[in-house]
């Protein structure tokens, strides 16, 4: 059964860091490509970080710079660290892992930048 749990959501000041987790479970093969959305209220999910198997990683032009990527394949995990925080990053962020055409998604975490 596949299962993907996010974990590091919260509250933070603005120029903060967070440091988002995400454990995938249930795969069989080597995961194609694992990565983090956005979603506020009203707005469509948008793509934030992702990192592609044996590719290079795409960062969001609003998060370059300040939001990293990494992933630990022989646990299935992927990390999102955030730093220099803005209040335009608070939304729920999301876990996915593209498998064999095929995408997965986390719960949602949420992040709120605020003072």
């Known amino acids: 059964q596949v299962q993907l749990v996010e974990s590091g959501g919260g509250l933070v000041q603005p120029g903060g860091s967070l440091r988002l987790s995400c454990a995938a479970s249930?795969?069989?093969?080597?995961?194609?490509?694992m990565g983090w959305y956005r979603q506020t209220p009203g707005k469509p999910r948008e793509l934030v970080a992702r990192?592609?198997?044996?590719?290079?990683?795409f960062y969001a032009d609003s998060v370059k710079g300040r939001f990293t990527i990494s992933r630990d394949n022989a646990k299935n995990t992927v990390y999102l660290q955030m730093n220099s925080l803005t209040p335009e990053d608070t939304a729920v962020y999301y876990c996915?892992?593209?498998?064999?055409?095929?995408?997965?998604w986390g719960q949602g975490t949420q992040v709120t930048v605020s003072s």
């Open positions: 996915n892992v593209y498998y064999r055409y095929a995408d997965y």
């Open positions: 249930g795969f069989t093969f080597r995961i194609d490509a």
């Open positions: 990192s592609p198997s044996g590719r290079s990683t």
